[in-house]
């Protein structure tokens, strides 16, 4: 080894232990603490002792198993279902020569900008049973409101269409890779385009379609935004909900229970992720991806072809349209009312001009810009130092680096927030209820989100460029500087990117976390909805897509055409 070289490898492993450090204690610290605090004998910042206590009257309490079937039942349902519509939206966008595909693939994107929590509030205003707008309609023209979306049923569909669009991505992918060879082959040995599909296409995508769906139910298991707004004014019990219940709303609160609820449900995501893993590991012995290049076989549906973009644009309006025109709608009347012509007459901006004077909506606009802009920048930077050093070092131990930054990803928000809210409260740095301790926990949370935007780049640049930058003695950081950073901007932009969406939107951990002096976007809207100020919470809803939209726009505009320096 030359000494320039020597020179450059040894700030490497400086570099890695201290990225090891900090990795571990953001992903192991939260972790052992949801544990400690599940067999504690006392709450947070109170002394006690160890106890399996909490254990026996959880486990030996009939209701726990009824939760566990209720989660079993909301999780395969709105899994199995977000798997049907992505399947038949990504067949019709990516096989198909039916018309506007490349509008109707927006579905993958659009989603991203709109809290699932708004979503569902979207849902509860259209389906309500008592003052829902369909139901309304309905009672008005046909005599009966014929929609409950308070129940399993209405929790599975709201949920599917949360989904849809992460199991849209994948399958799509995996279509958009085949050979078409082997369809080819089947259609000159006589099968017709239902044969080819059912014998060949669908057989070849089945781990991707299988991957999509285990990957689905974890989220669905792991989601609080959707059961908060349906499951628990319904009653219906999910490990979500009871944490939600026993750690802030009930009293008195009992922060143990709520740990040991999250221990289960994250023993119950851990089963799916391993599964999860085994299928994703399946795909290779489906490859059919060749060095010959190809175009994907597609399919000439003739006179179908309009009906099916229809059926692609149903699955859209349900998905994105139908929800954002509903928020509007209620954002633009004085006072939530059954739709009516005086209704329309009477729509007023007045929600929105009492944005721009309210100084609770204001401080929630500016905690959840901030927390987004910064705790993005800083969660994109650290997974960049990850990602070379996983990819593009041979550091002895440099895998364990990224197996430390997944532990969060199986871990459902609501049980980190918790094993977060038990690690920080008696912390030496005073964190606890302030916008930093929200920052850690997104960061936490969704690290491995970033990680794989940026290794999906830096493991195309080749090592060549990093020796050439040692031989001429460029030390470590000038080449990260210099040369490595400029070069992975296309990942880091896009990391960024769906990181700073997701802050801004996040729910699940912050209704655990925040502050009144600390509030974000997310428990704003949630408080809004359940006073009844219908109106507010709209107009706070568009106003934060609006943003999300602005966020994404502003970024792409100040890298679009930069030449690489």
């Known amino acids: 080894m030359t000494a320039p070289v020597r020179r450059f490898v040894q700030p490497v492993y400086l570099l890695y232990i201290c990225a090891g450090l900090c990795l571990a204690f953001i992903s192991l610290y939260?972790?052992?603490?949801?544990?400690?605090?599940?067999?504690?004998?006392?709450?947070?910042?109170?002394?006690?002792?160890?106890?399996?206590?909490?254990?026996?009257?959880?486990?030996?309490?009939?209701?726990?198993?009824?939760?566990?079937?209720?989660?079993?039942?909301?999780?395969?349902?709105a899994s199995g279902l977000s798997v049907i519509f992505a399947l038949a939206l990504a067949w019709i966008t990516v096989r198909t020569n039916a018309p506007f595909r490349g509008l109707l693939e927006l579905t993958a994107v659009i989603p991203n900008i709109m809290p699932s929590l708004l979503v569902a509030i979207s849902w509860v205003l259209l389906l309500n049973p008592t003052n829902g707008i369909v139901n309304q309609l309905c009672l008005s023209l046909f005599g009966l409101a014929p929609f409950n979306i308070y129940g399993i049923p209405g929790l599975i569909f709201v949920e599917s269409l949360v989904l849809s669009p992460l199991a849209y991505l994948i399958i799509a992918a995996a279509l958009r890779g085949m050979d078409p060879s082997l369809e080819e082959s089947a259609k000159t040995s006589g099968s017709n385009e239902l044969g080819v599909a059912l014998r060949i296409t669908f057989p070849l995508i089945r781990p991707a379609v299988l991957a999509a769906a285990t990957l689905n139910f974890v989220r669905a298991a792991e989601s609080f935004d959707t059961p908060a707004i349906i499951a628990l004014?319904?009653?219906?019990?999910?490990f979500t909900t009871k944490m939600f219940r026993e750690a802030i709303g009930s009293f008195p609160t009992n922060h143990n229970l709520a740990a040991t609820y999250g221990v289960g449900l994250v023993a119950l995501v851990f089963v799916f992720v391993y599964l999860y893993r085994r299928f994703t590991a399946e795909v290779e012995r489906f490859a059919t991806v060749t060095g010959k290049g190809f175009r994907p076989h597609q399919i000439d549906l003739r006179g179908w072809k309009y009906f099916a973009s229809l059926t692609a644009l149903s699955i859209l309006v349900l998905m994105v349209i139908l929800p954002f025109l509903t928020l509007v709608l209620v954002s633009l009347m004085p006072f939530y009312q059954t739709l009516s012509r005086a209704a329309l007459k009477a729509l007023t901006l007045r929600h929105y001009v009492n944005l721009f004077q309210d100084d609770r909506i204001y401080s929630a606009f500016r905690n959840s810009l901030f927390l987004a802009i910064m705790g993005a920048t800083v969660c994109v930077l650290f997974a960049a130092v990850i990602s070379y050093l996983t990819v593009k070092t041979k550091v002895i131990g440099r895998g364990l680096?990224?197996?430390?930054?997944?532990?969060?990803?199986?871990?459902?928000?609501?049980?980190?927030?918790?094993?977060?809210?038990?690690?920080?409260?008696?912390?030496?740095?005073?964190?606890?209820?302030?916008?930093?301790?929200?920052?850690?926990?997104?960061?936490?949370?969704y690290l491995p989100y970033g990680l794989r935007a940026v290794s999906s780049v830096i493991v195309q640049i080749h090592k060549d460029l990093e020796e050439a930058s040692a031989t001429c003695g460029a030390g470590l950081s000038t080449t990260l500087r210099r040369i490595l950073f400029p070069l992975m901007r296309p990942g880091l932009v896009a990391g960024w990117i769906i990181l700073a969406t997701f802050f801004i939107r996040e729910f699940s951990c912050s209704i655990f976390l925040y502050s009144p002096g600390a509030e974000p976007l997310g428990p704003l809207i949630y408080f809004y909805y359940e006073e009844g100020s219908f109106g507010a919470m709209a107009g706070v809803g568009v106003m934060t897509m609006l943003v999300s939209v602005l966020l994404v726009a502003a970024t792409r505009g100040l890298t679009k055409g930069r030449a690489i320096a």
């Not at 004014?233 to 999910?238: G, K, M, N, S």
């Open 233 to 238: 004014p319904a009653r219906i019990e999910l």
């Open 401 to 445: 680096l990224e197996a430390l930054a997944f532990i969060p990803w199986a871990f459902p928000g609501t049980a980190l927030a918790i094993g977060i809210l038990w690690a920080y409260i008696n912390f030496p740095i005073p964190i606890y209820a302030t916008l930093w301790i929200l920052m850690v926990a997104y960061i936490t949370r």
């Open 30 to 77: 939260p972790t052992f603490f949801l544990f400690y605090g599940s067999i504690r004998s006392a709450p947070l910042g109170v002394a006690g002792h160890l106890t399996a206590s909490n254990y026996v009257q959880v486990y030996s309490d009939p209701e726990t198993y009824k939760l566990v079937v209720n989660t079993l039942i909301f999780a395969a349902g």
